[in-house]
């Protein structure tokens, strides 16, 4: 089971990466969307440390740190900042029941989020 909550782990943090790196709507990657644009607040230009990117960048070192730790809770830290900004997100851009424009960097972070928790679950218990 350690094996498979390894490989999965490396899989979410290929995803997380790739999330960053590529287009979440309109062309605008996550190190261009703001924080705080998530929660209402103005969704002005972002800087790297108050961008949805440097979120997925700590839900990775979180989650790679879990698996290096054997830690459930360290690594369901890096599910929770990988699962946040992804749901904060879709929910700001919802019309009605569809999500328009998305683009591969969306994606590639709900792939990551998923990879995140089933690697919390399988990772065994201390």
Do not use: H, K, N
């Amino acid at each position: 089971m350690r094996l498979l909550a390894g490989l999965c782990t490396l899989a979410g943090a290929v995803f997380a990466v790739l999330g960053m790196l590529r287009p979440w709507t309109d062309g605008q990657d996550a190190s261009e969307l703001a924080i705080a644009g998530l929660f209402g607040g103005e969704a002005g230009s972002a800087g790297y440390f108050d961008s949805v990117a440097f979120l997925l960048l700590l839900a990775v070192v979180a989650a790679v740190a879990g698996l290096l730790a054997r830690s459930r809770t360290v690594l369901g830290l890096g599910l929770l900042l990988c699962l946040v900004p992804t749901v904060m997100w879709a929910v700001t851009r919802l019309e009605g029941l569809a999500l328009p424009g998305l683009a591969s960097g969306y994606t590639s972070t709900v792939v990551a989020t998923g990879a995140f928790l089933l690697a919390t679950l399988l990772l065994p218990r201390r």
